[in-house]
T-cell receptor
């Protein structure tokens, strides 16, 4: 496809369950970002990959959050032992170049996670 | 760390009227500024950006914004809105001098265009 895709689009989890959210970036894009968008808020940065290297994970809220991009393309955000405060839309974005210069980020539609 | 304040959480306006969505950022020596639009159940789309140069920036869909360094503002304007402009609008800032091109977003302004 031409844009960033994310799956699933909607996920309902019971508190304590583990979830995995997938992001397919635009083909050839080096950089990949994850953001968390709580209801009524703007997106907040979680983590950044340059190819397969996770260069910045300063935004991950706890050690229950883990992200990987093993082959430098598809990325997975995993949340272990989900809590109600994890309920949010998780956005993925990709950009062509590296983070040291400006590159436009292209966003996916997001995964809406609801933890009951 | 940079921060962004969007002064209005909701802006109702009639179709074909002008609109201004306000954005202020915390001061820094140099900043990159952005406006994004988010339609329901969709990701963010870049409307326009200020990196350097002219302080008046034109974007897609007839929107424009003016960078005002003395007032640390980057307000978004459109002279005549359409129903299809109803969406959530986010202002964002990044601090390239600090080595980060990752944007910090405001809380968003919901633009509601009435017929």
């Amino acid at each position: 496809g031409a844009g960033v895709s994310q799956s699933p689009r909607y996920k309902v989890a019971k508190r304590g369950q583990d979830v995995a959210l997938r992001c397919d970036p635009i083909s050839g894009h080096v950089s990949l970002f994850w953001y968390q968008q709580a209801l009524g808020q703007g997106p907040e940065f979680l983590t950044y990959f340059q190819n397969e290297a996770q260069l910045d994970k300063s935004g991950l809220p706890s050690d229950r959050f883990f992200a990987e991009r093993p082959e430098g393309s598809v990325s997975t955000l995993k949340i272990q032992r989900t809590q109600q405060e994890d309920s949010a839309v998780y956005l993925c974005a990709s950009s062509l170049g590296v983070s040291g210069t400006y590159n436009e980020q292209f966003f996916g539609p997001g995964t809406r996670l609801t933890v009951l | 760390a940079q921060s962004v304040t969007q002064l209005d959480s909701q802006v109702p306006v009639f179709e074909e009227a002008p609109v201004e969505l306000r954005c202020n950022y915390s001061s820094s020596v140099s900043v990159y500024l952005f406006w994004y639009v988010q339609y329901p159940n969709q990701g963010l789309q870049l409307l326009l950006k200020y990196l350097s140069g002219s302080t008046l920036v034109k974007g897609i869909n007839g929107f424009e914004a003016e960078f005002n360094k003395s007032q640390t503002s980057f307000h978004l304007r459109k002279p005549s809105v359409h129903i299809s402009d109803t969406a959530e609008y986010f202002c964002a800032v990044s601090d390239p001098a600090g080595g980060s091109y990752i944007p910090t977003f405001g809380r968003g302004t919901s633009l509601i265009v009435h017929p």
